[in-house]
Antibody, heavy 124, light 110 residues
Framework: EIQLLESGGGLVQPGGSLRLSCAAS????????LSWVRQAPGKGLEWVSG????????YYADSVKGRFTVSRDNSKNTLDLQMNSLRVEDTAVYYC?????????????????WGKGTTVTVSS | QSVLTQPPSASGTPGQRVTISCSGS????????VYWYQQLPGTAPKLLIY???QRPSGVPDRFSGSKSGTSASLAISGLRSEDETDYYC???????????FGGGTKLTVL
């Protein structure tokens, strides 16, 4: 069974840092792109960041660029999100999602497996 | 303000057909596949439609998607009470070099 399990959420003060992790199982991790998607309380979905499979290229939403860093460890089947300079508006449930990849391309909009999410609260 | 524009709400009666629109631009919907997600309260989103109009295994054929130019639509026929939840469109945006979501549509079954 394909599974994604997020961890690392919690309460942090504005300006602080937090590192989220996503442990993957049940599929060939290195062959797939992955994304972080967040949802603020009572709000819609927001794509935060993604990392490709082959080249490890990284992508970020403008709202987190320069503050968040996504990385993957194919030897451990894990995806991380290092979040620095956190703001109150970063408060959200953060989901890890697997992107569909064909033989020649990965499609970040095509998120076919999702984790249950981990909650990040930024508050003083 | 989302890059993709969806109506905040939609409604229909049981058995009826409803559509939810998703409007974008030439840098996103105009050049890339559109995806639709269904999110039940307190749960992670679930992929409902991929590549504009394809259904993953297990998704009823009551759900269908279409795309024309820079807009897309999700249609739900034979509306059922369990369809009452939130729906999101998504795609890749070439200008932003990132995936983007619509603001979401809350569907009410009257």
């Amino acid at each position: 069974e394909i599974q994604l399990l997020e961890s690392g959420g919690g309460l942090v003060q504005p300006g602080g840092s937090l590192r989220l992790s996503c442990a993957a199982s049940g599929f060939s991790f290195s062959n797939y792109a992955l994304s972080w998607v967040r949802q603020a309380p009572g709000k819609g979905l927001e794509w935060v960041s993604g990392v490709s499979s082959a080249t490890g290229s990284t992508y970020y939403a403008d709202s987190v660029k320069g503050r968040f860093t996504v990385s993957r460890d194919n030897s451990k089947n894990t995806l991380d999100l290092q979040m620095n300079s956190l703001r109150v508006e970063d408060t959200a449930v953060y989901y890890c999602a697997k992107a569909y990849c064909s033989s020649d391309s990965c499609y970040f909009g095509h998120m076919d497996v999702w984790g249950k999410g981990t909650t990040v609260t930024v508050s003083s | 303000q989302s890059v993709l524009t969806q109506p905040p709400s939609a409604s229909g009666t049981p058995g009826q057909r409803v559509t939810i629109s998703c409007s974008g631009s030439s840098s996103n919907i105009g050049k890339n596949y559109v995806y639709w997600y269904q999110q039940l309260p307190g749960t992670a989103p679930k992929l409902l439609i991929y590549r504009n109009n394809q259904r993953p295994s297990g998704v009823p054929d009551r759900f269908s998607g279409s795309k024309s130019g820079t807009s897309a639509s999700l249609a739900i026929s034979g509306l059922r009470s369990e369809d009452e939840t939130d729906y999101y469109c998504a795609t890749w945006d070439d200008s932003l070099s990132g995936a983007v979501f619509g603001g979401g549509t809350k569907l009410t079954v009257l």
